[in-house]
């Protein structure tokens, strides 16, 4: 064990990133494999068969196989394989991921306070992202893209919608708690980690990071609001030096979305969160929510450097 351990913790970093991704998928591909049997067993629902494109509300095995399925792909894509990533690239598992970062409150509560306020940026440069248009000569691929993102939205409102608090909590552990922690220690602690490593300069591994964290996702059309909250975990990482501050804040983020759809689909509130309009309004309320943004993570940096230099 201590031989492997030394090869993967003396291999090139992007040798590591390739291999650390790759890892990820496979254990994810195991993960949906081993998830198909289980439901087949228990709920008699052939996922290979029906898959997410089937749901329809109501579908009370389905939604259930759709939870599983969630919930082992937040624990085998990205929580198992970044603990067994960081045993064989460090010396210390713990120290590698950063699990022993000093948080502190000021920053715990601006980092949250900054997620919230960016929520209208995110609104803006989704609807940017909707409007771009790929070449003419890819049109019928951008439209095999649309229907796709759109079918994926369709199953995830009749997927997440419920009307019970305790259903509101089991959605926010399932689509918060799972992949703020998951997400995090992957590509902050791990692949943010590596690519620091390989150019030297953290911008630029911030930059690569949020880029892949955003592609992991396969949703062309919402690319830009989760690269730029991919900037903003990145940042909250580098300048706290721990890991739990963008996983904090990574929930702050999730959490708030399904909060909002259970107050607006059981008819508590109406939000304009959820499907904004491009206008004046929105680009100027977008352009502010992203400057207040901006300024709070100044203040984290601030407060993180100052706590730095008395340590």
């Not at 980690?193 to 949020?210: M, R």
């Not at 999730?254 to 508590?268: P, S």
Request: some cysteine; hydrophobic content about 55%; glycine content about 6%.
């Amino acid at each position: 064990m201590s031989f492997i351990r030394k090869a993967f913790s003396s291999a090139h970093p992007g040798v590591k990133i390739i291999f650390g991704i790759s890892f990820a998928f496979i254990t994810a591909i195991f993960a949906f494999a081993a998830g198909s049997i289980i439901i087949k067993a228990f709920l008699d629902v052939d996922m290979l068969k029906e898959g997410a494109g089937t749901l329809k509300p109501g579908d009370i095995s389905m939604i259930n196989a759709l939870r599983i399925q969630q919930i082992l792909q937040s624990i085998c894509m990205f929580i198992i394989p970044a603990i067994i990533l960081a045993w064989l690239y460090g010396s210390n598992t713990r120290e590698y991921l950063k699990l022993n970062g000093k948080l502190l409150a000021f920053s715990v509560i601006l980092g949250s306070l900054a997620m919230i306020m960016m929520q209208y940026f995110n609104g803006l440069t989704s609807e940017l992202n909707l409007r771009m248009q790929l070449p003419e000569s890819m049109s019928g691929f951008e439209d095999s893209l649309r229907r796709s993102e759109e079918s994926v939205a369709r199953t995830t409102e009749v997927f997440v919608y419920v009307t019970s608090i305790k259903a509101l909590l089991f959605n926010i552990f399932m689509i918060a708690v799972l992949p703020a922690l998951g997400e995090e220690l992957f590509f902050r602690g791990i692949i943010q980690k590596l690519f620091s490593e390989w150019f030297k300069n953290p911008h630029v591994a911030v930059i690569l990071t949020a880029i892949i964290f955003s592609a992991f996702h396969m949703q062309f059309f919402t690319f830009l609001p989760r690269f730029f909250m991919g900037l903003v975990l990145g940042y909250m990482y580098l300048w706290s030096r721990s890991i739990w501050l963008p996983i904090i804040a990574h929930f702050v983020n999730n959490a708030l979305g399904v909060f909002v759809f259970y107050l607006t689909h059981n008819g508590y509130i109406t939000s304009d969160l959820e499907k904004p309009e491009l206008n004046g309004e929105l680009v100027i309320v977008g352009l502010v929510s992203a400057g207040i943004t901006l300024v709070l993570l100044r203040l984290i940096f601030v407060k993180e450097k100052r706590v730095l230099k008395v340590l």
